[in-house]
C-alpha cells in the first residue's frame, strides 16, 4: 500500500495537470496565403480580393455580406450591418439603408448611423479629414455609382448614386467599416492600420509585414452564430506554392490556399484534406484594344481563343478547373446563346489570322503582363508557359513581362495606357463574377476606364455601353438577367476576353480543420472552422 499510493496519487496529479490544460487551451488556425504581404489593415484591404478575404471579413463588416454558408447553393447578399434596404420608389438614385442596432466596435464604440456616414466619407468626401486617396483605390472602383451618404437618423442612413443603379447592395459589400473613435485617436489610416479597429468575428493582435497578422476571436460578436470556433487565426504570405506545400507538410501551417497540382496527390497519401468546389471566378487575359495593338483586331483575339486546348490546361493543373467559354458557366442564366463558340479549333484560327494578314513568316506578336503567384492567379507560371507554347503553334508569338502580384493588380487599374503597361497588349488578372458589376460592368462600360475602374484594355463600344446601363437599371431579377445574357454573347463574340479556365479554389489542409465549408464564392468564412 505504502508503494501503489503515491503511484495512484501521482497517476491522478498527471491525470488533472493534463485535463487542466486542454480545458485551458487556445487553439489557432494558421493559413499560408499566395500574397507576398499581409494585406493592408486600413479598413480597405490591398492585394486583391485576397486582401478582402483574409482582412476585410475578418476584421471587419460591412452594410451587406454574402451568404457563405453553403457549398452547394450559389451566394447571395443578405443583411450585414444594415438589416434591410430598398431604393425609393419615387427617386432610383437613392438607397435608403435600415442600421442593425447594437452592435460593438472592438474598442467598444457604437456602430450607427454616424460610424456608417464617416467610412462612406473616407473614400468619397475629398474635404473630409480622413479621407485618404491610397482607400478610394480599393474602394471606389468596385461601388463607382455611389457619390455620398446622409444620415436620416441614428440608425438610418440614405445612399445617393449618380444614376439608377441595381448594384448597390451588392457593391456595398467591398465598403468595409472602421471605428471612427480608433481613427480619431490614431489621426491618420497609417497609424489606425498598426492597430486596426472594426466591428468584425476576429480582433486585431499583431502585425509583422511580410511575415504574419495574428487575431483574436470576437466573443461579443454581434452575430453569435459567426463567434469564431477558433481562438486565433495566423496569417502567413508565402507567395511561392512550393513554400507553401513544405511549410504544410512541416507543420509550420494547417492550411494553405492554391497548392500545386502536382502535390495534391502526395499530400493526399499523407493524410492531408483537399477541397475544392467550382465557383464564380475565371481566370483569363484581358485584351487591349488600342490603335496599333494587334489584339485590337476582333479575327485576331477570336483566333486566339481558338488557338488554346484548355482540357490540356485542366490537365496541367490536375483537373482543378474547368474549362471556360466566357465570364460565366454555360448553364448560367447569364450565359445566354453566344454566335461565337469558344473552343479549341486551331485550323479555323489560322484562317482567321490569314485574313488578319499574319501567317508563318508573319506571326502575331503579343506581349502579357503576368505574375509568378497572387490572390486568385491559381499556377500563373506553368499556365502561362503553356498557353504561350499552344498560341506558338498558330503563329502568336507571346512575350512575357513578370511582375509581383501588388504591381500587377496596380497597373490593371491604370489601364493599358498607362506607361506601367510598358507597351503590353494583355494582362492576366483574374477575376470573380458573382455578381453583375464584378463580371462585366467594370470591364465593359466605357465610363469604367482607368482610373474609374479596370476596364484595363480601353473598350470604347456603344453598344457595351448600352447593354450594361440596361443590366444596371434593370431592378427586376429577371429583367436584369435578361439583360446580363444579351451583355455575355456580345462579350463572348467580341473576345475583349481570352477565357481560359474557370478556378475550383482548391485548398489544402491538416486533418485537424474542421467545420470549413467552402462556399461557392470568391469570398470564404472563417468562423466555423475548428481545431481538433
Known amino acids: 500500500m505504502t508503494t501503489r499510493l503515491p503511484r495512484l ?17 487556445q487553439t489557432t488556425l494558421r493559413i499560408g496565403m499566395t500574397a507576398a504581404d499581409i494585406p493592408a489593415t486600413t479598413s480597405q484591404p490591398d492585394s486583391g480580393f485576397e486582401g478582402n ?35 425609393d420608389p419615387k427617386d432610383n438614385t437613392k438607397w435608403i439603408f435600415k442600421l442593425r442596432r447594437g452592435v460593438k466596435f472592438h474598442d467598444g464604440t457604437d456602430f450607427n448611423a454616424d460610424a456608417a456616414v464617416f467610412n462612406f466619407e473616407k ?43 441595381a448594384f448597390v447592395p451588392i457593391n456595398l459589400t467591398n465598403l468595409f467599416m472602421a471605428s471612427p473613435a480608433a481613427w480619431a485617436k490614431a489621426k491618420n489610416w497609417t497609424e489606425f492600420a498598426k492597430n486596426p479597429v472594426g466591428s468584425g468575428p476576429w480582433k486585431f493582435v499583431r502585425l509583422v509585414p511580410r511575415e504574419r497578422m495574428e487575431l483574436a476571436k470576437n466573443t461579443d460578436y454581434w452575430n453569435k452564430q459567426r463567434v469564431p470556433k477558433t481562438d486565433r487565426l495566423v496569417l ?73 486546348d484548355r482540357d490540356g490546361l485542366r490537365r496541367l493543373l490536375g483537373f482543378m478547373a474547368l474549362p471556360a467559354k466566357g465570364v460565366v458557366f454555360e448553364d448560367h442564366p447569364w450565359f445566354g446563346k453566344p454566335k461565337f463558340e469558344v473552343k479549341y479549333d486551331p485550323a479555323t484560327a489560322k484562317k482567321l489570322l490569314a485574313e488578319a494578314g499574319y501567317g508563318p513568316g508573319k506571326p502575331v506578336n503579343v506581349k502579357v503582363q503576368i505574375s509568378a ?56 488578372v483574374s477575376f470573380a ?85 467552402q462556399a461557392k464564392n470568391w469570398f470564404q468564412d472563417l468562423s466555423p472552422v475548428s481545431m481538433q
Open 236 to 308: 502567413i504570405p508565402m507567395p511561392e506554392a512550393n513554400t507553401r506545400v513544405a511549410a504544410l507538410l512541416s507543420g509550420q501551417v494547417d492550411w494553405i490556399e492554391a497548392p500545386p497540382s502536382d502535390a495534391i496527390p502526395q499530400l493526399r497519401t499523407k493524410g492531408f484534406q483537399i477541397t475544392s468546389n467550382p465557383y464564380p471566378h475565371t481566370w483569363p487575359w484581358q485584351l487591349s484594344t488600342l490603335p496599333g495593338a494587334p489584339t485590337a483586331d476582333k479575327r485576331v483575339r477570336q483566333a486566339m481563343q481558338l488557338c488554346v
Open 123 to 165: 473614400v468619397l468626401k475629398k474635404d473630409a479629414p480622413h479621407y485618404d486617396p491610397r482607400l478610394v483605390a480599393q474602394t471606389t472602383p468596385r461601388m463607382p455609382t455611389i457619390t455620398g451618404a446622409r444620415k436620416i437618423d441614428d440608425y438610418t442612413i440614405e445612399v445617393q448614386t449618380s444614376e439608377p443603379d
Open 53 to 87: 478575404r483574409f482582412v476585410g471579413l475578418t476584421l471587419f463588416d460591412a452594410l451587406t455580406m454574402w451568404d457563405l454558408s453553403s457549398a452547394e447553393k450559389p451566394s447571395v447578399i443578405i443583411p450585414g450591418l444594415a438589416t434591410e434596404w430598398a431604393v
Open 373 to 428: 503567384s497572387g490572390s486568385g492567379q491559381m499556377q500563373p507560371l506553368a499556365m502561362n508557359e503553356y498557353i504561350q507554347q499552344q498560341l506558338k503553334e498558330c503563329n502568336v508569338n507571346v512575350e512575357f513581362d513578370v511582375i509581383v502580384w501588388e504591381t500587377l493588380f496596380n497597373n490593371w487599374r491604370l489601364g493599358a495606357k498607362d506607361p506601367a503597361a510598358r507597351g503590353a497588349h494583355s494582362t492576366n
Open 9 to 25: 496519487i501521482g497517476a491522478t496529479l498527471v491525470a488533472a495537470a493534463l485535463a487542466v490544460p486542454a480545458a485551458q487551451a
Open 433 to 517: 463574377w458573382q455578381d453583375p458589376f464584378f463580371g462585366f460592368a467594370r470591364f465593359y462600360d466605357s465610363r469604367m476606364v482607368a482610373p474609374r475602374s479596370v476596364n484595363w484594355g480601353w473598350i470604347q463600344n456603344p453598344e457595351f455601353d448600352k447593354l450594361v446601363k440596361d443590366a444596371r437599371s434593370s431592378f427586376d431579377a429577371k429583367a436584369r438577367d435578361a439583360a446580363l445574357a444579351r451583355l455575355h454573347e456580345r462579350a463572348v463574340e467580341e473576345s475583349y476576353f481570352l477565357f481560359w479556365v474557370h478556378d475550383v479554389g482548391p485548398r489544402a489542409m491538416s486533418p485537424k480543420v474542421k467545420g470549413f465549408v
